[in-house]
């Protein structure tokens, strides 16, 4: 079974941190990331979301989102699944879309990536 509460790494030494997942399967935690917009010093910002709990013998998909606090104006929605290898280790799998603020309807197609 795979845990999704915990110290997690990612590609870019980006680190999310993961309180316990309720029995309802919601979650909160933290963000810190190296990669913002403007560049800069690494970041912490909150993070909410759910774990769908796995079928018979499945692994578990979730979904969160990251309000990039006080240095973006942007949000982002990642969702994913944990696995776990032969070895025992844990991995997250995950697709995200980001949601940056645009200042008309007109610049609304560069606003997500």
Known sequence: QCQLSGLWRN???SLMEISAVRD???FQG???TWVTLAGGCARVSPLKGAQQQP???GWPTFAFTV???KFSNATTAFAGQCFVDTGGK???TTMWL???AVGSLQDDW???R
């Open 11 to 13: 590609e870019q030494d």
């Open 24 to 26: 309802n399967g919601d």
């Open 30 to 32: 933290r963000y810190l």
């Open 55 to 57: 079928g018979e013998g």
């Open 67 to 69: 309000r990039w606090d």
């Open 90 to 92: 844990e991995t997250l």
């Open 98 to 100: 980001l949601r940056e």
């Open 110 to 112: 560069k606003a997500t």
